[in-house]
């Protein structure tokens, strides 16, 4: 019940604010959305510290029952759902001020909560998918939440659609598992697994049709067109959905089928290099951004990537612990941008920026702790969750030193973008007109909690010998996986090394954007990163303008039928007026064709 | 064939289309009067005394004068009520008609030969042997005529009964024929 | 003896040309009486052919058909004439589709 209340009480501020919010006055909405959520969040706290618990409704569907399940691994998710999501349902009582849909707003981002929880907590695939499918529509309507605008209902358009293709494979992954398993729920499926007879060939194909669909809802190549144009939504919804929870989703998938994916090397090869792909992508293209968020959506992207990374080469813990450590820097840098963007009146292009340390002190300061979490300075908490992913490449069993040297390569890229983020806006002369004004306490205090968490996150797992708290945690949910340890002195001198390239990286960062003027191959590459290397532009002209002529054609085809049924139509109605005459109301007429059906009949019945 | 079948044949079809044809009414129920007698005669050429009786008693007789009577109560002698909104008809109905007898005529060509023994076996056609089969073997169907001759009765004396005129006409009526009568106009 | 058959079915088809083509209630009225005794000839003539009376007790149940019918459709007309003034069939139009 304790498990219940936690996806009820936000679905309850769903109901309540959707129906009588309107009349609630201003604050009004968002305080008791923001209460709802931290009630669910302490709920969480006391589940994960009772040690757990499960609740289920026998015979849900014919044979598939509907099971919550909190164990160690969905309380640690949940944690940071519920934490982070409380936080931002804080800040956005101050940014959404003034806002017409203010209830609106909240009642969206309850839901959001509501439907993320059912997805964490789900203990079977279908209810999974349940929270999957919702917060794909919350996600749908957040960004699409200003949808007087066509820009924005068009990002929200795209992001439901191309989240749909991922859907699709999530739902024939299902499919394949029951056929196979007669199950659906995870407990079941994972003690199935272990006795398994199944062919490697299906099972591959499931985890491969479930990695479809985490790769459209956590928007990896070649699914991430949706994720920059995301950022049409406020930004409180940025930071939610589209950083620090709901994309992180797909990881979270694929560490709860972790008992599939440790048996399949193949798959697990193909998400690492999907994912490795995605972070060089990622860094490439948040590189030549001009708009502060699409900066840090793709440097969301990138660091989606790594996550993938770490599942692909079998560090589930890994990746979750990245999922917290980027769920905060994360959230840190978008609600500053949202700060900044705040303090301009709405400004978002960087080159309108520039010396805002003066003006928003606070904000500078949140901006920095979240860049340099982000380009994983030394003792931060990016620095850790990055460094363990980069050398668990070296030490898991997918892993290998390719995957090491980009790996560390990206990390770099991380690092300049980061800087660059950090400098355009906030070093330098302000560029821009008007006078900022540093935002209001309800914004900044929840950024502080965030940067504090920015900092200090990292050390819940520190690499040996030093304590890790994470992994003995997660482990008893995760799939094991056999590692081989290295030296410390390796360990110790690979962690030095990627701290190295992290400080290169700033500082070049620093030197380029902020003193060097720049070259002319960099300006190409530039326009390039700035239209994130044309993917969508490929796209259309691959798949969405065929598509479009194919509708054109079905239209054309339509229109023939439309013309053939309008004809037809038309013919029974002007054979109804001929026949209408007939009912002239003369008596012979009808006596005469009286007669004619009797010499019909007559003549059968002669000529039988 | 014998002289009084042709000239039975003759006169009947002649007085038939003049029935059909005159535009005199009286004229032309006169005509169906002698058609009805001339078919009175060739019932009794063909052993059906009793029916040739009763033809021209009932048929000939009541039946007829009832209609003359009441072509003339009606003064409704003429045959022709004004322009003839479906001048068509006529051809078509001749067309229908021919078709029809073709194929009756075509049905009634291929009927079997016949008995040699029937004109004994009818006896004339009296009364007696008549009588006999409509008590016998026709008694219900006789029984069934009397229900509905009495129906019939009844449902004349109703639908002529005087003084129910005004009653009689519902008012959609009276209005439609408001109408019909200044279109007419 | 088929001639007299045809002889009836030429008979029924002039009725039926009469009831077409007549325009007032009581001349198709007649028409009709013509067929009744064009099918009565031939229920006539099928008893002789046959050696059988039941042809003929037929037609004398037809003629006190055709006398019941007589009754009420004289009845009816006389009734339309109250009404309307007028015997033709084609001011009896209201059934119009």
Redesign the interface.
């Known amino acids: 019940m304790l498990l219940l209340l936690i996806l009820l009480l936000p679905l309850l501020g769903f109901v309540f604010l959707g129906f009588f919010g309107r009349q609630l006055r201003e604050p009004l909405p968002g305080v008791i959305a923001s209460a709802l959520t931290g009630l669910s969040f302490l709920l969480v706290v006391a589940a994960v510290l009772s040690g757990g618990a499960s609740w289920e409704i026998k015979d849900w569907l014919p044979g598939i029952p509907f099971s919550l399940v909190l164990d160690h691994l969905s309380g640690y998710m949940g944690l940071v759902v519920t934490g982070i999501g409380f936080l931002i349902h804080v800040y956005a009582i101050g940014y959404m001020h003034g806002d017409e849909g203010f209830s609106r707003f909240f009642a969206y981002l309850n839901f959001f909560i509501a439907m993320m929880m059912t997805l964490v907590l789900a203990g079977s695939y279908p209810v999974m998918f349940i929270g999957w499918e919702g917060v794909g529509l919350a996600s749908f309507l957040l960004i699409g939440f200003w949808y007087t605008e066509k820009v924005n209902a068009d990002s929200a358009r795209k992001a439901f659609i191309t989240n749909r293709i991922g859907d699709l494979g999530f739902l024939l992954g299902m499919a394949l598992l029951y056929s196979l398993f007669g199950t659906l729920s995870i407990g079941e499926l994972r003690e199935a697994m272990e006795s398994s007879t199944v062919l490697p060939l299906a099972l591959g194909t499931a985890g491969l049709l479930l990695f479809v669909g985490a790769v459209g809802k956590s928007a990896q190549v070649p699914l991430m067109v949706w994720l920059p144009d995301a950022m049409a939504g406020p930004t409180p919804v940025s930071a939610l959905i589209h950083a620090a929870t709901m994309v992180t989703a797909g990881v979270y998938l694929i560490a709860r089928s972790s008992f599939l994916y440790a048996n399949l090397q193949d798959v697990s090869y193909v998400i690492a290099v999907i994912g490795l792909v995605t972070a060089a992508y990622g860094a490439l293209s948040a590189l030549g951004q001009w708009d502060i968020k699409k900066i840090v959506a793709y440097s969301t992207i990138s660091q989606l990537g790594y996550m993938f990374l770490a599942v692909g080469v079998g560090a589930y813990w890994i990746a979750l612990f990245h999922v917290m450590t980027h769920a905060f820097y994360k959230a840190l840098l978008f609600m500053a941008s949202g700060s900044v963007i705040h303090a301009l009146g709405g400004e978002q292009d960087v080159r309108k920026m520039g010396g805002l340390k003066k003006y928003l002190p606070r904000t500078h300061l949140h901006g920095l702790a979240g860049a340099l979490s982000l380009a994983g300075f030394p003792l931060l908490a990016g620095f850790w969750s990055k460094d363990a992913i980069i050398t668990a490449t070296l030490t898991y069993p997918f892993g290998g030193t390719g995957f090491y040297i980009a790996g560390l390569a990206v990390a770099f890229l991380t690092a300049v973008y980061a800087m660059r983020w950090y400098a355009l806006v906030f070093l330098g002369e302000y560029r821009g007109s008007g006078k900022p004004h540093e935002s209001p306490p309800v914004m900044t205090l929840p950024n502080d909690v965030l940067a504090v968490g920015a900092i200090f996150a990292g050390f819940l797992a520190l690499p040996e010998p030093l304590w890790n708290f994470i992994e003995p945690y997660l482990a008893p949910a995760l799939a094991h996986v056999e590692t081989h340890h290295m030296s410390l002195g390796v360990e110790w001198g690979l962690i030095a090394l990627s701290a190295v390239v992290a400080l290169v990286g700033l500082y070049l960062g620093y030197l380029a954007f902020n003193r060097w003027t720049l070259p002319a191959w960099y300006r190409t590459f530039q326009s390039w990163s700035a239209n994130a290397f044309y993917v969508d532009r490929v796209y259309n002209a691959l798949i969405v303008n065929p598509l479009k002529e194919l509708a054109f054609i079905f239209a054309l085809f339509d229109s023939f039928l439309d013309t053939a049924f309008v004809a037809l139509a038309g013919l029974s109605a002007w054979l109804g007026e001929r026949l209408?005459r007939?009912?002239?109301?003369?008596?012979?007429v009808y006596?005469?064709l009286m007669?004619l059906g009797l010499v019909a009949v007559l003549v059968w019945g002669v000529l039988r | 064939?014998s002289a009084f079948?042709l000239i039975a044949?003759v006169l009947?079809?002649a007085s038939?289309?003049a029935?059909?044809?005159l535009r005199n009414?009286v004229h032309?129920?006169l005509a169906?009067v002698g058609?009805?007698l001339v078919?009175a005669m060739?019932?009794f050429a063909?052993?059906?005394q009793?029916?040739g009786w009763?033809?021209i008693i009932?048929?000939a007789g009541?039946?007829m004068v009832?209609?003359l009577f009441?072509?003339m109560?009606?003064f409704?002698a003429?045959?022709?009520?004004?322009l003839?909104?479906?001048p068509w008809?006529?051809p078509?109905?001749?067309a229908?008609?021919?078709v029809?007898?073709l194929v009756?005529?075509y049905a009634?060509?291929r009927?079997g030969p016949?008995?040699p023994?029937?004109?004994?076996?009818?006896a004339g056609?009296l009364p007696g042997?008549?009588g006999e089969?409509?008590y016998g073997?026709?008694l219900y169907?006789?029984l069934l005529?009397a229900v509905?001759?009495f129906?019939?009765?009844v449902?004349?004396?109703?639908?002529?009964q005087p003084g129910v005129?005004g009653a009689?006409?519902k008012p959609q009526?009276a209005e439609?024929?408001r109408e019909l009568e200044e279109v007419g106009r | 003896?088929?001639?007299?058959?045809?002889?009836s079915?030429?008979?029924?088809?002039?009725?039926?040309?009469?009831?077409?083509?007549?325009?007032?209630a009581?001349?198709i009225?007649?028409?009709i009486?013509?067929m009744l005794?064009a099918a009565?000839?031939a229920f006539?003539?099928f008893?002789?052919?046959?050696?059988?009376?039941?042809g003929?007790?037929m037609?004398?149940?037809v003629?006190?058909?055709?006398?019941?019918?007589?009754?009420?459709g004289?009845?009816?007309?006389?009734?339309v004439?109250?009404?309307?003034s007028?015997?033709?069939?084609?001011?009896?139009?209201?059934?119009?589709?």
């Open positions: 209408a007939v009912q002239a109301g003369y008596v012979r006596g005469a007669v | 064939m079948d044949g009947l079809v038939a289309l029935a059909v044809t009414a032309a129920g169906l058609n009805f078919l060739v019932y063909l052993e059906a009793f029916l009763i033809q009932v048929y009541a039946v009832l209609f009441v072509i109560l009606l409704d003429k045959a022709d009520p004004g003839d909104p479906l008809m006529r078509v109905g001749a229908l008609a021919a029809f007898f009756l005529a009634f060509s009927l016949v008995n023994l029937a004109d004994v076996k009818l056609g042997p008549v089969l409509l073997r026709w169907a006789v005529i509905l001759l129906a019939a009765t449902a004349a004396v109703v639908l002529v005129r009689r006409k009526v439609r024929e | 003896m088929s001639y007299y058959l045809l002889l079915a030429l008979l029924f088809a002039i009725g039926l040309y009469g009831v077409l083509s007549r325009r007032t009581i001349l009225f007649m028409s009486e013509l005794n009565n000839l006539v003539t008893a002789r052919n046959s050696g059988n009376l039941e003929q007790a037609a004398l149940v003629i006190a058909l055709a006398a019941a019918e007589v009754a009420v004289l009845g009816i007309i006389v009734a004439f109250r009404a309307r007028s015997t033709s069939v084609d001011d009896l139009a209201e059934l119009r589709g």
